[in-house]
């Protein structure tokens, strides 16, 4: 999706088309599932795809229609079913959501009333929620991320979804360091219109010099970790992350089995070779931290990984979008300022951050997107994923999630002291 929408003030025009494209893509998405798998409770971390689907036009709605021009909801108020915080995941399969072709009903109705509000719509008020179309970007990004979630599901459910081919066994090129010199950094942003309150306020940081990794770990030297023991030697292991690997007894990136010929992965219902070249995906910060320990290195901090960053450009030829469904070789793309290829697209990248507010935050518009989550509990993730839209992968966006998750398109990219 073209981020013009994002840079600068958008027209009426350009801000339905950007919903008509989200929502045609949310849609070619789950085309091909059946009913009786939309409404799977396929893990107690996630939620069925069709409670996920009916949520984005419920999100819709409330910002949209709701809250901007102070309209009824369509339906009875679903605020019980599709709020997030009223049911955990793995209790929304029991709940009497909406079916699949009334979630599709639903999606109509909202939408079309959504853009009649839009056609009466002051985009140029004062108020924030307006201005700038920032509840349009709200929305269209809400609709975006769960698209990833919901690739989530899918991968999780083992069940066949065609995809390309990954059949790009090429070795990959050997780890290699960048040198980032010390000095001031600005982290965050006051001028991206659609950035999200945990990004905000800029705010000057102090960094030493370190070294960051050109390229994410990838595929073969994980497997390097794995063949010398790295599941089984508690050195390399935080105390949190030895008592998760025992309970979850993981021997392996998640989807990753030993086969004849070598290590295989289970990519969205295909059992295929694990591509070398291509970056780890689907471990956990606890996996991540033992391949650094094992590598005599260590994650890097988002600050770090954020002036790394800088100057990658989510346009050029990030893997982001859905398009590849999963990480390509790493060799050959473009690089950042300081020379580090693929920090936009590809993996989430693990940091040692834990998730908090900067200096300055100010919860807007609403508490529950990100200040009920600060605390020691969720780790920062940076850079997006393949799965992850240009609209939303910039290099201050940041994601969070419980140090154990797997099931995200998480990889890992290594730094060290200078």
């Known amino acids: 999706m073209a981020t013009g929408v994002r840079e600068r003030a958008p027209t009426k025009q350009e801000l339905a088309a950007a919903l008509k494209v989200a ?65 955990s995941r793995g209790q929304r399969s029991r709940l009497p959501i909406l ?51 919901m690739l989530q599901t899918l991968q999780l459910s083992g069940v066949a979804y065609a995809t390309p081919p990954h059949e790009k066994l090429q070795a990959p090129p050997r780890p290699d360091e960048v040198l980032v010199p010390a000095g001031p950094f ?11 309150d945990n990004e ?39 105390d949190d992350g030895w008592e998760w690997l025992q309970e979850e007894r993981a021997q392996a990136p998640l989807y990753w089995q030993r086969g004849r010929g070598g290590w295989a992965r289970r990519r969205f219902g295909q059992w295929e070779p694990v591509p070398p070249a291509e970056p780890v995906q689907h471990i956990s910060s606890f996996e991540a931290e033992a391949v650094a320990a094992w590598a005599g290195k260590r994650l ?15 346009d050029g030829d990030a893997n982001l979008g859905r398009d590849s469904f999963g990480p390509l070789p790493v060799a050959g793309r473009a690089a950042s300022g300081v020379g580090c290829e693929c920090m936009l697209g590809d993996v989430w990248e ?44 910039r290099i ?8 154990q998750r797997r099931q995200l398109f998480s990889g890992v990219r290594l730094a060290a002291d200078a």
Not at 65 to 78: F, G, Q, T, Y
Not at 205 to 234: Q, S
């Open 23 to 87: 929502r045609e893509t949310t849609l070619r998405l789950l085309e091909p599932v059946a009913d009786e798998q939309l409404v799977a409770q396929v893990s107690p971390i996630m939620s069925p795809l069709v409670w996920d689907l009916a949520h984005i036009g419920w999100f819709e709605e409330l910002w949209l229609i709701r809250r901007l021009a102070d309209n009824d909801p369509s339906l009875e108020p679903l605020d019980d079913l599709y709020d997030a915080f009223q049911h």
């Open 99 to 149: 079916t699949p072709p009334e979630t599709r009903a639903y999606l109509g109705s909202v939408r079309r009333q959504a853009l009649r509000v839009l056609e009466d719509a002051q985009l140029e008020e004062s108020d924030p929620l307006v201005r700038g179309a920032y509840v349009y970007g709200l929305v269209l990004q809400h609709e975006l991320q769960h698209q990833e979630t």
């Open 186 to 196: 600005t982290l965050g942003t006051n001028t991206e219109p659609w950035a999200y």
């Open 200 to 238: 905000q306020p800029a705010h000057l940081v102090e960094l030493p010099a370190f070294r960051i990794e050109r390229h994410p770990v990838t595929n073969e030297r994980f497997a390097e970790f794995l063949e010398d023991g790295g599941y089984r030697k508690r050195r390399y292991w935080s």
């Open 300 to 314: 890097p901090t988002e600050a770090e990984w954020e002036k790394a960053a800088q100057s990658a450009d989510s």
């Open 350 to 393: 693990w940091t040692s951050s834990i998730f908090a507010g900067y200096p300055g935050f100010t919860a807007f518009p609403y508490a529950e997107y990100s200040e009920v989550f600060f605390g020691n509990e969720h780790r920062v993730l940076r850079g997006g994923s393949w799965a992850t839209d240009p609209l939303v992968a």
């Open 396 to 403: 201050t966006f940041r994601n969070w999630d419980y140090p």
